[in-house]
């Protein structure tokens, strides 16, 4: 799906969002309410100026519409990997991003994240990840790294992965997968307005995935980890 589409199916009503060089942004309304949406089309790559697009769309949401909520639209196959953008400090842009993001966050912005199309790498974790719940469509790609490049960089054999990956969804790609682990609160199928309408007035600031990790068996140790170390901490 498209991002016109998607638009028109997420605003049935109409919206005030446009496209210009593949970045979203602009306002809509559910339920007399107004939402800033913000986000990525066309696959494209994350570069230095597209993280600062996103950012100050989002500063200017928290500095204009207090509390008004946030949808980030997700389709991107992640940084972009060039020698100029490197040089720059993309790491820098993309952190910019995420901070800008949880500043929203601790201001009252309700942030909801919705992968639509391609989800890769940095480009989703400093975007769709950031979010309080980030949801995905049924077709969706989401992945940190392919795993031939998995294999590379791991030193596992492919077909070994591959086989990890038939039981273990920390090594598989997909949003059924990464339902599994938490990391995606929902699919959404059918009425994407109803879906959007429903995560809104679930929206929850604290962070849960490693809870739905661990009740959806897709995470198992994270959330024992977290429990330790709190218990830990408060012991000490």
Avoid at 1 to 22: A, E, I, N, W, Y
Avoid at 97 to 106: D, F, N, S, V, W
């Amino acid at each position: 799906m498209d991002s016109t589409q998607l638009l028109g199916q997420l605003f049935p009503q109409g919206h005030q969002v446009t496209v210009t060089d593949d970045f979203i942004s602009g306002t809509a309304e559910i339920d007399g309410q107004a939402i800033s949406v913000i986000g990525t089309s066309g696959h494209t790559p994350i570069g230095v100026e597209i993280a600062l697009a996103q950012a100050r769309a989002v500063l200017v949401t928290v500095r204009d519409f207090p509390q008004r909520p946030i949808l980030l639209l997700v389709d991107t196959q992640g940084q972009r990997l060039r020698h100029r953008d490197e040089m720059l400090g993309i790491n820098s842009y993309m952190a910019h991003l995420g901070k800008c993001l949880e500043l929203a966050r601790q201001s009252g912005h309700k942030i909801i994240a919705l992968v639509y199309d391609q989800a890769l790498s940095g480009g989703f974790i400093t975007s769709g990840m950031m979010a309080d719940a980030c949801y995905a469509l049924p077709e969706a790609t989401i992945r940190v790294m392919g795993l031939p490049a998995m294999a590379r960089i791991t030193k596992v054999a492919e077909d070994r992965l591959t086989e990890l990956a038939q039981d273990n969804p920390v090594f598989a790609p997909g949003p059924q997968n990464y339902e599994r682990m938490g990391g995606v609160q929902a699919i959404w199928n059918g009425d994407l307005a109803a879906c959007l309408r429903t995560a809104l007035t679930q929206a929850d600031a604290r962070d849960q995935r490693s809870e739905l990790g661990q009740q959806r068996g897709g995470r198992r140790m994270a959330q024992q980890v977290i429990d330790a170390i709190l218990l830990q901490a408060q012991e000490g």
